[in-house]
Structures are given as structure tokens and as C-alpha cells.
């Protein structure tokens, strides 16, 4: 993460890595773009994460009742699919042919961009007219612009007003004759390539020969796997239509220009549900989907004002989709006024099951005829299996429609962080106000949830507090910390987000009470210690 991050994201960044969030891959070797570690912090936070996910949409769902707005009582069930998968599947599913993004090359620096992402202006000195191109956050567009001008006309900084401006910034998609082009990090002009396409799935190959044959992809999504083992599920379980498949996983994309800490990265976890059912209520689980999706990262947390639900228009629907919705953040690295995605709630049709049945359908010409190769042969053969479903009751035989709520773990995971960090005051040890930093974490996110502290290291107070200590932790992950003063204590447990501190002192001893510290409010109860645990108790459920 650059200089010119807002000032609150690089204060995230640092303090992630300050207290074990996350780390850099391969820091000590100089790191590895688009790969991040997550430290003893964050990896609590984030399998709290997946576990409220996996909760809320598998094992704590209610299968029997009729939820408000559902259309009927539905089940839910899970599967973990491997990450490499028949190359079949990413023909079938569109991803060998479509899954791409357009780039070019710096034949002179040898760097390569996403050809929407390069943006420029047309500059003028004398008879020359040059399309100045930077990389840059978009508040600094106009200085960023100026440097590269003045370098493309090898003027020097007081010569700078002798440079005309022609039209607006305006990305270079807009451009035609790259031999004008000023690259990003380029020394002269006409040094851009032509856009090509770039498939975002990473390659590799399986087993001991290295030739056409043996070539695998990492899955580019975990959404592959439940729907190639949609009749697996079926004729082992006794689900019933309409019910979901979940899967938490890792996925794969080679993304060209990995930025904004774990926003867009190259290895990245996702939580996908594949949701099945008859095509004549689809639009209404559609709605149903949508809206509790939204309401999921309300309740954890994430305020009703930097969130937003947006309905694709008309012209970003794939051919497949009547209905796609995004669940957008606004992340503090992005502009005032600008989200990024979370999750994207995608009506798919039967699109993925028919294609894995009768092969890929051409989306690029016609969606209703399947390619074919010069002999007539369908060239992304499905697995010519039955993948339709018999109603058992009543007996109806159809190709369900499938909705697809699909979320980022770490996507998920950013944005809780972000919304936790807080600078506010609170009181030191002599009772005078300091600034300090929190991570207002919901409870149950939170990695760590209590600490229990001895007031001071005498007194039969460690022991004491040892002893709670070992009690809690069976139920819940606690932390022992008996160095320093007491508030210091506080203020480390604050940043790391652990929304109570129970101290141990003299009265402990004598009556069995301690005080509970309320991380958000600061303020301290005295209470029995079972009444402090099930306070605890009752927060992380929620
Ligand atoms: N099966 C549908 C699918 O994969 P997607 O919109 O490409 O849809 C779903 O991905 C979610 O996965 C996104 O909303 C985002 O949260 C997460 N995601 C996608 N690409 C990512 C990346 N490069 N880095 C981090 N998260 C990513």
C-alpha cells in the first residue's frame, strides 16, 4: 500500500501488521504481490468470519419454518471440493474462454496493464501531441499527469506552462494509434502493445509429463464444485428442491494489478452458496437471497451509511442473468463516494447445469446454440449426465434455477476491520484523557474475547486469575496478561478488538466478584464471576 493511501487505510495497514493481522507474503524475501498472511490476530478474526457465515447459511438455518419472505421452508448443506478440477469444467463453465481481462505490455519497461485501468490525457507542445498516461489514485491524476508531460517533452519544472491540455482524463480505451501513447512508466513514446486477452486462471500440471494433456487449473471459484456435484448431493442426501449447497474455499486468479491490502488479490477465500430450485419461484428467492444477504453484514456490524445494495442494469447482466445484485462497501482507500464490491447475489438460470450437461453454450453469439467444431461436434462437451431433477412428491421433472449468493472472506474480512478502527480518548493512569485505538469489533468477531487480568502480581491475584483464565478458555478464546499497569493492559486489549477485560483484584478473593471492562464504553461493573461469563456469553451469540 502506497504513500498516497488515505491516512486511515495506511493506519489500518500498520496497525494490522503491529498486532498480527496480517503480513506481507514472503516479507522476509521482499514479499509477494498479491499474496497476503494472515498473523495470530487475524486469522482468529477471519475463521470468525467464515464460522458466522457458515452459521448463519448451514448449520444454525432453520429448515423447517417458513422465513419471512422465503417462499417456502428450505435446507442447506455444505460440500469442500478440491481446488484443482477437470479442465472439462472451465470450458463447460465459461472460464477458459471468457474469464479474461484485456491487457497491454510496455515493450520498454516490461510492465503490463489493464488496458481500462491505464488513463491519460492528450497533451500539446508546439506540434506534438502526445497521450500522457499514469498510474495513479485519482486525486493525483492531475499532478501525476503534469510529471509524465513534462518527462515525455524533457521540459524542466518552471517550463511546465509552455504544455496544452486537449479534452479531459480519458482512459486509454479511448485511444487508437498507440504509436502516440506516452506509457505509465515509459521513457518514449509508441512503446504500448496492442490489447490482448489475459486468462486470469493460474496453470499448472498435474503428474510427471509436462505437455498439452496434463495441464490443470487452480479453481478461479468454488462455485464449479457444487455444481458438478449437484446429483452427488442429491442422490446421497435427502434434500428436497428448493434447498442450497455452501462451500468456503480457496480460489485462484492471476489478477494483473492486485491492490488495495487484501481487496483484490491473487489467492483469496471465497463463501459461495449455490441455491436450487424450481424455475417459477426463482425470482422470488432471488429477492429472498438478496435481502438477507444485505442484512448478514448489517447485523455484524457494518453501518447502514458505507454500505449499499446496487441492481445491475440491464447492459452488465450476463446473457444467463435476470437478476444481479452487488453488496458494496465504502472502503476507506477508495474515493468519497465510491464502494467496492463484497458479494454479488447473481440469478443464474440453469445456465451451469445445462452447460455441464450439454456443453457450454456460445455466449458470444448465439446463447441458445451450442459451439461447434468444423465436423459439427459440440466443442466444450458437457458430460452428457442427467443433471435434471425429479421431484419425489410430485413426480415434475425440471432443470433447477440456481441463485448464487457469492461472498469474499477477505473481502469481508477488510471490511469488518475497517469499520472497527476507532480513535477516541480514554482516561490513563493518572485519570487524564489520551487519545487511543480500538477495534470495535462485533463480539463475535472479535479474536480474542475476553482478557483476564490480576489487578497486580501479588496478593494470590495471579492465581486467582489464572484460574478464571483456564475456566474461560474452554469455552472461549481468552488471553492472560499480567504485565504492566492496568491500563496499559486495557489500551493493548482495545487495539487488538477484545470487547471485555475482567480484573482480578482484593475483592475477588474475598467475594468471588470482578470487574467487567466494556471495551466500547469503557465503563466497569462489579459482578459474580459467572455473571461476567455469561455476559460474555450472551455477546459473542448474538
Ligand atoms: N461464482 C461467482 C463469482 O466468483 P465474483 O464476483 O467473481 O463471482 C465473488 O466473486 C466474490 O469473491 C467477490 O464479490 C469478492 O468478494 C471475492 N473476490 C473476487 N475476486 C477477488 C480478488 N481478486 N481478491 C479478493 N476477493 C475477490
Redesign the pocket.
Known amino acids: 500500500m502506497g504513500n498516497e493511501e488515505p491516512a486511515v487505510m495506511q493506519k489500518i495497514v500498520s496497525l494490522c501488521k503491529r498486532r498480527g493481522f496480517l503480513f506481507q507474503s514472503s516479507e522476509i524475501y521482499g514479499g509477494m504481490n498479491g499474496c497476503w498472511d494472515y498473523g495470530p490476530l487475524g486469522v482468529e478474526l477471519k475463521r470468525n468470519v467464515k464460522e458466522a457465515w457458515w452459521s448463519e447459511m448451514v448449520t444454525h438455518h432453520d429448515d423447517i419454518s417458513v422465513l419471512p419472505g422465503a417462499a417456502s421452508a428450505y435446507e442447506m448443506t455444505g460440500l469442500d471440493c478440491s481446488i484443482l478440477m477437470h479442465p472439462q469444467v472451465w470450458k463447460c463453465s465459461g472460464h477458459y474462454d471468457l474469464f479474461h481481462d484485456m491487457m497491454i505490455d510496455c515493450k520498454e519497461s516490461k510492465r503490463r496493464y489493464r488496458h481500462d485501468q491505464v488513463r491519460g490525457r492528450w497533451a500539446l507542445l508546439d506540434d506534438k501531441r502526445v497521450f500522457v498516461t499514469a498510474i495513479c489514485e485519482p486525486e493525483e491524476e492531475s499532478e501525476a499527469l503534469m510529471a509524465r508531460a513534462q518527462k515525455c517533452f524533457g521540459l524542466r519544472a518552471k517550463e511546465r506552462d509552455r504544455i496544452g491540455w486537449d479534452g479531459e482524463v480519458v482512459s486509454l480505451e479511448t485511444v487508437e494509434d498507440f504509436d502516440q501513447v506516452f506509457g505509465p512508466d515509459a521513457k518514449e513514446t509508441g512503446t504500448l502493445t496492442e490489447p490482448r486477452e489475459f486468462n486470469l486462471m493460474f496453470k499448472t500440471n498435474m503428474g510427471a509429463l509436462f505437455d498439452e494433456k496434463s495441464v490443470a487449473f487452480l479453481r478461479p ?1 468454488t ?1 464449479q464444485g457444487i455444481f458438478v456435484n449437484f446429483k452427488n448431493v442429491v442422490d446421497s442426501s435427502r434434500v428436497r428442491i428448493p434447498f442450497g449447497i455452501a462451500q468456503v474455499g480457496k ?1 485462484f ?1 492471476n ?1 494483473i494489478t ?1 491492490r488495495n491490502f ?5 489467492e ?1 477465500e ?1 463463501m ?1 452458496v449455490e441455491f436450487f430450485c424450481h424455475p417459477d419461484s426463482s425470482q422470488e428467492w432471488y429477492r429472498y437471497w438478496r435481502d438477507r444477504r444485505m442484512q448478514w453484514y448489517k447485523d455484524l456490524g457494518l453501518s447502514d451509511s458505507r454500505l449499499i445494495l446496487r441492481e445491475h442494469s440491464e447492459s452488465e447482466l450476463s446473457h444467463y442473468s435476470t437478476g444481479t445484485a452487488d453488496i458494496e462497501y465504502a472502503f476507506p482507500f477508495l474515493p468519497e463516494g465510491e464502494y467496492g ?4 447475489i ?1 440469478h443464474r438460470g440453469d445456465f451451469d447445469l445445462r452447460s455441464h450437461m450439454e456443453g457450454k453454450l456460445n455466449p458470444a453469439t448465439d446463447p441458445l446454440e451450442v459451439e461447434v467444431d468444423e465436423r459439427g461436434k459440440p466443442v466444450h462437451r458437457g458430460s452428457g449426465k442427467d443433471l435434471s431433477y425429479r421431484d419425489p412428491v410430485t413426480n415434475d421433472k425440471f432443470l433447477p434455477h440456481v441463485i ?1 449468493p ?3 472472506a ?2 469481508a474480512t477488510l471490511a469488518f476491520l475497517c469499520e472497527a478502527y476507532t480513535e477516541d480518548m480514554a482516561p490513563d493512569e493518572k485519570g487524564e484523557m489520551q487519545g487511543r485505538v480500538v477495534l470495535k469489533f462485533h463480539p463475535r468477531l472479535a479474536p480474542i474475547k475476553a482478557a483476564v487480568l490480576p489487578l497486580v502480581k501479588k496478593d494470590g491475584m495471579p492465581e486467582a486469575a489464572q484460574e478464571i483464565y483456564r475456566d474461560m478458555k474452554r469455552e472461549f478464546p481468552v488471553f492472560y496478561d499480567n504485565k504492566g499497569a492496568v491500563g496499559r493492559r486495557y489500551r493493548r486489549m482495545d487495539e487488538a478488538g477484545t470487547p471485555f477485560c475482567l480484573t482480578v483484584d482484593g475483592q475477588t478473593l474475598e467475594d468471588g466478584t470482578v470487574t467487567l471492562r466494556d471495551r466500547d464504553s469503557m465503563e466497569q461493573t462489579r459482578l459474580p464471576v459467572d455473571e461476567a461469563k455469561q455476559a460474555i456469553r450472551e455477546a459473542i451469540r448474538c
Do not use: H, K
Open positions: 471459484e462455485a480460489s486468479r489478477e492486485p487484501t481487496f483484490r488479490v491473487r483469496f471465497q459461495e464490491e463484497l458479494e454479488g447473481a448464487e457469492s461472498a469474499g477477505d473481502r
